[in-house]
C-alpha cells in the first residue's frame, strides 16, 4: 500500500491531468484516477508509464469523429460516443461521469481507468496488438497461445450470439480482449480464472 502512495505521488508529479470543457479538475479527482492508474504498474517498472504525458478528463461521454479508410478505399467519417480513449503516442481521455461511477458503483469487470492505461502498457512497444513488452522470464509464444486461444473462442461464441462470461466488447480486437480481460484480473479474478484460465496465468505473471 505505501507503494501504491509512492507511485500515486510520481503520477502526480510527473504527469499532467487536465480537464475539459470547463471541467474543474480537484486534487481528489487527479488522486483518484493516478491511484487506479497506479494499480497497474504496482509491481511493473514505472517506465511501463514513460511514453506519454497527458490526462484529459471530460464531464461525461464524449463524442468523436474517427475517420477510417474502408477495403474499397472509401473514407468514412465515424461519430462514436465513448467513455475512455488512449492514443498510441498521446493522452489518455477519460469521462469523470464514468471515472466516478466505477468508484462509487464499481461493477465486477468494469474500469474505465484500468482499460484506458492498459492500452497504454501495451502500445509501450508501439503497436497495440494485445502484447505489451513482457517481462523477462515471460514467453511471448506462451502469451500468444494463451491469449489466441481464448479470444478466438470468445469471438466465435459473440458470433453465435451465445451469452458470454466476459464483456464481448473484448472480441472486438486483440487489444480490446487484453484490456477488457485486465480489467477482470483486477476487479472480479474469480470470473477470468473460470472462462479464461490461461489469460488469467498470463496476466498473474505480468501484473504478479
Ligand atoms: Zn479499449
Given at each position: 500500500?505505501a ?22 479538475v ?52 465515424e ?19 464514468d ?16 482499460h ?31 491469449f ?18 466476459v ?7 486483440p487489444?480490446?480482449?487484453f ?12 470470473v ?17
Amino acid at each position: 500500500m505505501a507503494h501504491l502512495r509512492e507511485l500515486t505521488a510520481w503520477f502526480l508529479h510527473s504527469k499532467s491531468i487536465n480537464g475539459a470543457q470547463g471541467l474543474e479538475v480537484t486534487l481528489a479527482m487527479r488522486v483518484a484516477v493516478a491511484a487506479q492508474a497506479c494499480l497497474l504498474i504496482l509491481n511493473l517498472d514505472i517506465d511501463c508509464f514513460d511514453n506519454w504525458v497527458e490526462v484529459i478528463l471530460y464531464p461525461g461521454a464524449f463524442r468523436v469523429n474517427h475517420e477510417h479508410m474502408d477495403a474499397m478505399g472509401l473514407m468514412h467519417n465515424e461519430a462514436n460516443v465513448l467513455t475512455g480513449e488512449s492514443w498510441l503516442r498521446g493522452p489518455v481521455i477519460l469521462s469523470w461521469d464514468d471515472v466516478e461511477r466505477d468508484i462509487y458503483h464499481p461493477q465486477p469487470g468494469r474500469n474505465v481507468v484500468l482499460h484506458e492505461f492498459v492500452h497504454k502498457l501495451d502500445g509501450l512497444d508501439g503497436v497495440a496488438n494485445g502484447l505489451p513488452p513482457l517481462r523477462r522470464g515471460m514467453s511471448r509464444e506462451r502469451w500468444a497461445e494463451d491469449f489466441s486461444a481464448a479470444y478466438e473462442a470468445l469471438c466465435l461464441q459473440v458470433a453465435a450470439g451465445e451469452p458470454t462470461a466476459v464483456n464481448p466488447y473484448a472480441a472486438t480486437s486483440p487489444a480490446e480482449f487484453f484490456a477488457v480481460l485486465s480489467e477482470y484480473f483486477f476487479t472480479a479474478p474469480d470470473v477470468l480464472k473460470d472462462c479464461c484460465p490461461g489469460v488469467h496465468r498470463q496476466l498473474a505473471l505480468f501484473y504478479r
